[in-house]
């Protein structure tokens, strides 16, 4: 079974008199561990795929299953705690709390789920810190982080609750080429070692080395023939 | 509680200028209705804490002890109204007095000893037992008017000792003596010694069981010509100048209590504002909004708890600078004013509330503020 299954999803954003159709019937399945890059130009629905798929965004039409969870027709609350338990996210961004360190920027999710960052919460901070090379940052604030090491306490973040899916949406687009593919690098290595599937977003297509598959969109319409994409556009 | 917590130890520059910022403002509120109540006292203290459940004043008085007598028939009168346990004259009158060595004013309260009109607040010594004996007030020991020391009515009168002293019943901003009502008598004869009778300024009154002071003043008032019974508060409230001074200190307090939550409730809508990307990244990670908005209400509630014990050692350290005045700390009033504010600020930052519910997660993609 996938982890992530997405049949027929679409979004309509009513402007006036206007439908504006950003995701036309996307149909796509990403297995455990397996890494999709979703490519795109700039407002090609690449970002409300992602985000129809983590859940911060309900489709109008279509079903949307997460790792055996139908979220095509939760409601806010639902969407929330399906949020906080199932998926990881990595925003385009430095996406980090500002006021929390390292390693409370990974605490927060076992403290937003009720937990109440324990020994154990603790442990397994330190460990995925460790693993992201952040050992020695992690009682640094993100404002005394680089761009790279902020993205991979945010990966680290992601990975917290052991979840099926994590999406990226634009990870390295504020970072400069070596350090872009030393995160990249990481993404694949932390998401193969844990089986964890990955849609990453991008619109350098020079990001889809690290990918197993990539799929592209245009017009909010998926294929995955680079051919009829460009003819498409 | 982690998210407001972790952010506060983080930020204790600003959170500690703001508490700090509350602390004072309150601490205006707590000195000024502290200097209101010693205001109160030091006009009218006498009549505050005197016994008398109801003062029955001459009806062209108009509330001022000093105009008001009351004549023997009026007396009979009010003793027969139904409610009436006890009534018992009550004197005022202004003398000079050597104190301490020198002449100064003084006011001398007369009743009938055992009766309603004794002092209220003694807090030591004794309440006076036979003629020439007084309770003074605390806040004029100094002055010649202490515990056993001897007060002289001038000229050539009555020499009073000091047997007890009470707290809070100065009158006229004068030292007071509470004095049995022939000595009153007697002191009112040193000044005019051809007087034929001397008549009380007031009554005071016992309210019998099963009656309230407010319908015993009603039925006075209905059934006895040319009087005007008040309850306690109510002569008190009717004091001249007293209505006045409290009118004008409510603007103040008031403004003050409208300011400390503006405050408080625009600074944590600054604040807000401010981290407004963080909470969206908290929103599209899963944080319930009920989490992000009870962080901003315990952070209200520590910054107004710290704000308040400033206040409150401020406000204790500068009563003991001007205990010359009459004032004292009080802590209940000095508690439920921290309460109100608590309150209000709590009031006021449901705007930030409202700024944080409206957050969209999905904001989190876009980037709009996600930067640190």
């Known amino acids: 079974m996938s982890v992530l299954d997405m049949r027929d999803v679409r979004k309509v954003y009513r402007s006036g008199d206007a439908d504006i159709i950003a995701l036309d019937h996307a149909t796509l399945q990403v297995d455990h561990g397996e890494i999709v890059a979703l490519l795109g130009p700039s407002g090609s629905g690449k970002t409300t795929l992602l985000s129809i798929a983590g859940g911060l965004l309900t489709p109008t039409e279509g079903t949307v299953v997460v790792d055996g969870h139908d979220i095509s027709a939760y409601n806010a609350k639902q969407l929330t705690e399906f949020r906080r338990e199932n998926v990881g996210f990595v925003f385009q961004s430095v996406n980090l709390v500002p006021f929390l360190n390292a390693e409370e920027n990974l605490l927060v999710v076992d403290e937003l789920g009720g937990g109440k960052g324990g020994k154990t919460a603790k442990g397994r901070a330190r460990q995925l810190l460790e693993e992201l090379g952040l050992g020695s940052r992690m009682r640094n604030l993100p404002a005394q982080l680089s761009g790279g090491e902020r993205q991979r306490v945010a990966i680290g973040r992601a990975l917290f609750n052991n979840p099926k899916l994590v999406l990226f949406d634009e990870p390295t687009s504020a970072l400069d080429t070596k350090i872009g593919a030393q995160v990249m690098e990481l993404i694949r290595t932390e998401m193969k070692s844990r089986d964890t599937a990955a849609v990453i977003v991008t619109h350098d297509s020079r990001m889809t080395d690290y990918a197993d598959r990539t799929v592209r969109i245009v017009d909010g319409r998926l294929t995955t023939n680079s051919a009829e994409a460009t003819a498409t556009h | ?372």
């Not at chain 2, 602390?23 to 109540?37: N, P, S």
């Not at chain 2, 040193?190 to 009656?211: C, K, W």
């Not at chain 2, 009087?227 to 409230?237: F, I, K, M, P």
């Open chain 2, 1 to 372: 509680m982690f998210l407001a917590l972790k952010e506060m130890r983080r930020a204790k520059v600003r959170f500690g200028l703001l508490a700090g910022a509350v602390g004072l403002l309150v601490f205006l509120i707590l000195f000024q209705q502290a200097l209101l109540t010693g205001l109160i006292n030091q006009f009218i203290g006498a009549l505050k804490n005197q016994s008398g459940e109801v003062l029955v004043y001459n009806g062209q008085a108009r509330k001022n002890l000093d105009g008001s007598i009351i004549l023997p028939d009026q007396q009979a009168a009010i003793a027969e109204v139904e409610g009436v346990a006890v009534a018992s004259p009550f004197g005022q009158a202004t003398f000079t007095v050597t104190a301490d060595g020198d002449e100064t004013d003084a006011v001398i309260f007369g009743y009938q000893l055992g009766n309603p009109g004794e002092p209220t607040t003694l807090i030591s010594g004794r309440l006076p037992e036979g003629a020439d004996e007084a309770v003074a007030s605390e806040k004029d020991a100094d002055a010649g008017f202490a515990l056993g020391d001897v007060v002289r009515v001038e000229p050539g009168g009555a020499s009073i000792t000091i047997v007890g002293v009470a707290r809070d019943i100065n009158y006229s901003v004068a030292p007071v003596l509470f004095v049995d009502f022939a000595t009153f008598e007697a002191a009112k004869r040193t000044r005019n010694p051809d007087a034929a009778a001397i008549l009380p300024s007031a009554i005071a009154i016992e309210v019998a069981a099963g009656s309230t002071p407010a319908q015993v003043a009603a039925r006075i008032n209905d059934q006895v010509d040319g009087v005007e019974a008040l309850t306690r508060q109510e002569a008190v409230d009717g004091s001249p100048g007293v209505s006045s001074v409290r009118t004008s200190f409510a603007i103040i307090l008031g403004l003050f209590y409208l300011v400390v939550p503006l405050v408080t409730g625009l600074f944590f809508l600054i604040v807000t504002f401010q981290k407004a990307s963080a909470l969206t990244l908290l929103r599209a990670i899963g944080a319930p909004a009920r989490t992000l908005v009870w962080s901003l209400l315990v952070q209200v509630f520590i910054v107004m708890t710290i704000g308040s014990v400033i206040a409150f050692g401020l406000y204790a350290g500068a009563i003991q600078g001007v205990s010359n005045l009459g004032i004292h700390v009080e802590v209940m009033p000095a508690v439920i004013t921290s309460v109100v504010v608590l309150a209000l600020a709590l009031l006021t930052s449901l705007v930030a509330v409202r700024r944080v519910l409206r957050l969209d997660p999905l904001s989190a993609t876009t980037g709009a503020g996600i930067a640190l």
